[in-house]
């Protein structure tokens, strides 16, 4: 491929500019998840219905009602990797829809709160995706 | 904003230089040829790590100064008893990894030739990291930066890239390894067959230890990958 022409660099330039632009405008400066908080040894498998689905960055979000053994309602929050991994690894944003059940294999919080690191989901239809987007 | 006003105006420049860079828009057939490439070894395309690990340690521990080795053993206890909702490590509050922690991230990052530079667009946090192979020294006035001052070579296919000018901010790996402002990295990275590039990286930080170290990583090239923007501080729930 030939080097662009000068009028593609200066919108190449301009465009950079915007983008940092509305990049600059979000100030908050809140933390995301690594994966040092979940016990990647010891994985549950959880089905339950989901409540609600955050597609974002850095990392997408899955809201779950989760039955524990007693028959009780849980509520859990399901962390996938970034949308660029998930869907290079086959996920489309609309994929899961809040009413979807899920059968879900993730690393729980170490310190027992009801959050999970996604290493896997399942939809109803039988279809299986990494959670991670990567080995 | 600091960072980022620098990252802009490194990527303002990059749009202006002799390169490829409109290759950056299209999945592009790898090796592209530039007129950079065409007088040294072309290691552009879009690389990602072949087995991503916490650790960026070698298999035997490297000799590390007492307070080094205390403040990872403090680290590895507060990542074992780690809250997900509080921040630990750096990135969690959105600090840069640094490098060579940058390198070795899973996700994507893509290396652009240009006339006096080797850029390396790194997906994670959108941060730009740029190799002079130009000749040019280290300055002798280094403000400490996360990414350091890199200057390059190539010795035959291998390109030898000197870093130093570091702050002390970041954590080498998502284990928590420490390293001081003193640490001067040298990577000695090399594409080993057309889908593979490896990166040999020495460590020599005499205040966090007491010998120099090294190891290395190994990335596959993802022809059909595009570098995406990725956002730290979009979605977050950690207070």
């Not at chain 1, 022409?5 to 908050?28: Q, V």
């Not at chain 2, 040019?136 to 890239?161: A, C, N, Q």
Request: glycine share 6%; proline share 7%; hydrophobic share 35%.
């Amino acid at each position: 491929m030939e080097s662009p022409g000068m009028a593609t660099r200066i919108r190449l330039a301009i465009g950079l500019l915007i983008a940092f632009g509305t990049l600059a405008a979000a100030t908050s400066l809140s933390a995301h998840h690594s994966s040092a908080g979940y016990d990647m040894e010891h994985p549950l498998n959880l089905k339950g219905v989901v409540t609600n689905m955050e597609w974002g960055n850095p990392h997408v979000f899955i809201y779950m009602d989760i039955k524990d053994d007693s028959g009780n309602v849980e509520q859990w929050r399901v962390e996938g990797n970034s949308p660029n991994m998930l869907v290079r690894s086959g996920w489309k944003k609309e994929m899961i829809k809040t009413g979807d059940v899920l059968q879900i294999n993730g690393a729980p919080a170490k310190n027992g709160s009801k959050v999970m690191r996604l290493l896997s989901v399942t939809l109803s239809n039988g279809q299986k995706y990494d959670g991670q987007g990567f080995k | 904003m600091p960072n980022r006003s620098f990252a802009l105006v490194l990527l303002i420049a990059a749009c202006f230089a002799t390169s490829d860079a409109g290759a950056q828009n299209t999945p592009h057939p790898s090796p592209v040829k530039s007129r950079a490439s065409a007088i040294h070894p072309d290691l552009s395309g879009v690389w990602f790590i072949d087995e991503y690990h916490r650790t960026i340690l070698p298999k035997e521990d490297p000799p590390f100064q007492p307070w080094a080795k205390e403040l990872l053993a403090k680290r590895d206890y507060d990542n074992t008893h780690h809250d997900p909702d509080i921040a630990i490590d750096p990135t969690e509050r959105c600090i840069p990894p640094g490098t060579p922690r940058i390198m070795f991230q899973p996700f994507p990052w893509e290396i652009v030739n240009s006339r006096d530079r080797i850029l390396i667009i790194f997906e994670y946090q959108s941060l730009l990291r740029q190799i002079f192979i130009d000749g040019r020294k280290h300055p002798d006035d280094l403000e400490p930066t996360y990414m350091g001052h890199s200057i390059g070579k190539f010795e035959g296919d291998t390109l030898v890239v000197d870093t130093v000018g570091f702050n002390d901010k970041t954590w080498l790996d998502p284990m928590g390894l420490p390293h001081s402002d003193a640490m001067h990295l040298t990577e000695r990275i090399r594409r080993v067959d057309h889908d593979t590039l490896v990166d040999e990286y020495t460590i020599d930080d005499p205040k966090a230890y007491t010998q120099p170290w090294k190891a290395s990583r190994t990335f596959k090239l993802k022809s059909d990958w595009q570098i995406k923007e990725y956002v730290c501080t979009e979605n977050n729930t950690v207070k």
